[in-house]
């Protein structure tokens, strides 16, 4: 297991490149201290009559320590040498590779045969005619030590800690290993552990710039902070000055962001990332409703709801009033609708309710008032006169609009050629506009409705008109209508028609509409009267048609509109006077 962080930090940092050399004895046992001791003995070890010692090369190591990194390269020396006495003589020497560390080379100052064994450590073997005659060490005069060097390298991946290596030999007259532990070193870590603190705000909106800072400890780490959202970069690397990097950034999307800040040491310096700091952006929307103002009882009514932007998530609850109208509805590409139909009448004011998800705020659009009418009822449209006219002679075109619409008006054609237009009377649904044709033959006469709210448009038939030459010797003539009384229904009216020049003799055919009151009446000093009670209210227009005598051309009155209702008009009984002119004469 690797050091604790104190233990490292503790240790001295070696400089690259230095050598050393310790001379080291006694066992190789690790050590609590972070500081290393000094070697326990530089003299000689002693084993029957011979004489060893164990020598440390640190190739990457501070001088005077034992002190190592990963990536280092190590040679132990083993030496041996005889004593006074009896002679002895070597046929093997074997140092004891440390714990994960890899065999590079070695040296050694007799003829020998090296094999690296693994754990077992690196072999030294006599190879000449057998180990009595050539030993690697012995008492017959060639050989007075021998010299044995093992170089290895510390691999990158080495765990911290104390490390030991030993030496070990065989004798030959004892037939047997000797030997003992030898040295140790320590493997610590090069690099200053760091500490990396990220200062980001707790929320932001999508679209505003915010200040990401990182504080990395100790204050003189050299380095860069690259500013992560999840995996994803947040600019470039910024390099960090006093202890400080910052950067600014702004958010596209809302939801929950976690933000860290990672350090990336120099050469002396550690890597360390931050905790994760998370921002929770939002997203400001906006809800508009698209609905008709209008709709018919029975049509289907469909209503919009756009959310901005379009990319929001969430649903739409559509409301009449303070009524949720169905279920809410899931948005779409920044849009959600709903379909109704009214089976009645009546006045609404609808609106959309946007309720967010995945950080986008809720929002509510504007009221939309909406006003459900009745279906319209479908029209007919019929010329109904006259039959028959005179060239350069006034007549009325009349035409029936059913059922009676309470407003409107009818457009004539005459050959195609637009001729007027005319109110409809509310009262019996009947329009009239005098006309004079210019051409003898058959013309053809068109009436179109125009519709009215509740009543759509029609059009009629083309209705075929006889029209005639001038009968000569005849005179002139003009009719006016006039129409008094109360303008109330069940209350008599009195019509009164004045034929001109004066002296004609003829009849006059009253009519409300398309309706005959009574029959002809004769003109008399040039004038005609009858009365007549309207049994329903509305507008009716009221026109009165000259037929002449010998003598006399035929003329018509203009039509006279008489609004007909229930209650009695203030003052004098509600007298209407001629309203003749109206429409000419």
């Not at 059913?402 to 050959?415: C, S």
């Not at 003329?555 to 109206?582: E, N």
Request: with cysteine; hydrophobic share 35%; glycine share 12%.
């Amino acid at each position: 297991m690797r050091p604790s962080l104190s233990r490292r930090l503790a240790t001295p940092i070696i400089a690259a490149g230095a050598a050393i050399t310790l001379m080291l004895g006694g066992a190789g046992t690790a050590v609590a201290d972070p500081t290393p001791p000094p070697p326990s003995s530089t003299g000689d070890q002693s084993v029957d009559n011979l004489r060893w010692n164990l020598s440390l090369t640190a190739v990457n190591g501070a001088p005077g320590s034992n002190v190592v990194h990963p990536g280092d390269t190590v040679t132990f020396t083993s030496k041996v040498w005889k004593n006074s006495g009896v002679g002895r003589y070597l046929t093997a020497i074997r140092q004891i590779q440390p714990a994960g560390f890899e065999y590079v080379s070695h040296t050694i100052s007799k003829l020998s045969t090296v094999t690296p064994e693994g754990n077992a450590g690196v072999k030294a073997a006599c190879t000449a005619g057998g180990c009595s005659s050539v030993p690697i060490l012995g008492n017959k005069g060639y050989l007075d030590n021998v010299d044995f060097a093992v170089t290895y390298k510390i691999p990158l991946t080495q765990e911290f800690g104390d490390y030991n290596t030993s030496f070990k030999f065989d004798v030959f007259s004892f037939s047997t290993q000797s030997g003992g532990s030898g040295a140790w070193l320590r493997v610590v870590d090069p690099k200053v552990a760091t500490t990396t603190t990220l200062t980001a705000p707790a929320a932001a909106k999508t679209g505003e710039q915010i200040d990401l800072s990182a504080n990395v400890g100790p204050a003189d780490a050299v380095g860069t902070v690259q500013f992560k959202d999840g995996d994803n970069n947040i600019g470039s690397p910024v390099t960090v000055v006093g202890g400080v990097a910052s950067t600014q950034h702004t958010f596209e999307t809302p939801g929950a962001h976690d933000i860290t800040a990672v350090f990336t040491g120099g050469t002396l310096f550690h890597d360390a990332t931050s905790e994760i700091s998370t921002v929770d952006v939002t997203t400001d929307t906006t809800t508009t409703l698209t609905a008709p103002a209008t709709a018919v009882v029975g049509a289907p009514v469909t209503f919009d709801a756009a959310i901005s932007p379009a990319t929001a998530t969430g649903q739409v609850q559509f409301k009449d009033g303070d009524v949720n109208v169905g279920s809410p509805v899931d948005v779409i590409d920044g849009s959600a609708a709903i379909t109704r139909t009214f089976v009645e009448a009546g006045s609404h004011s609808f609106t959309a309710h946007f309720t967010g998800t995945g950080g986008n705020l809720n929002s509510d659009s504007a009221a939309s008032p909406l006003t459900v009418n009745d279906a319209d009822f479908g029209t007919t449209t019929t010329v109904l006169e006259p039959l028959t006219a005179t060239v350069g002679v006034e007549t009325n075109l009349s035409a029936t609009v059913m059922p009676i619409p309470n407003a409107g008006q009818v457009e004539f054609t005459v050959d195609g050629v637009p001729a007027g237009t005319v109110d409809v009377g509310t009262g019996d649904g009947v329009a009239v506009l005098p006309h004079t044709f210019d051409t003898v033959g058959t013309s053809n006469v068109v009436a179109k409705f125009l519709g009215t709210p509740g009543f759509t448009d029609s059009t009629s038939l083309a209705y075929a008109v006889t029209v005639k030459a001038v009968e000569p010797n005849r005179e002139d003539t003009t009719t006016v209508l006039g129409v008094t009384g109360n303008s109330t229904v069940g209350t008599a009216m009195t019509f009164t028609a004045t034929v001109a020049p004066a002296g004609t003799n003829g009849t006059i055919q009253f009519k409300v509409g398309t309706t005959l009151i009574g029959g002809p009446v004769d003109v008399v000093n040039g004038v005609a009267t009858t009365t007549h009670t309207f049994d329903a209210e509305g507008t009716y227009a009221v026109t009165a048609v000259f037929t002449g005598g010998n003598g006399w051309k035929d003329s018509v009155s203009g039509p006279t509109v008489v609004g007909i209702t229930t209650a009695t008009p203030p003052g004098d009984g509600g007298s209407l006077g001629s309203l003749s002119g109206i429409f000419g004469s």
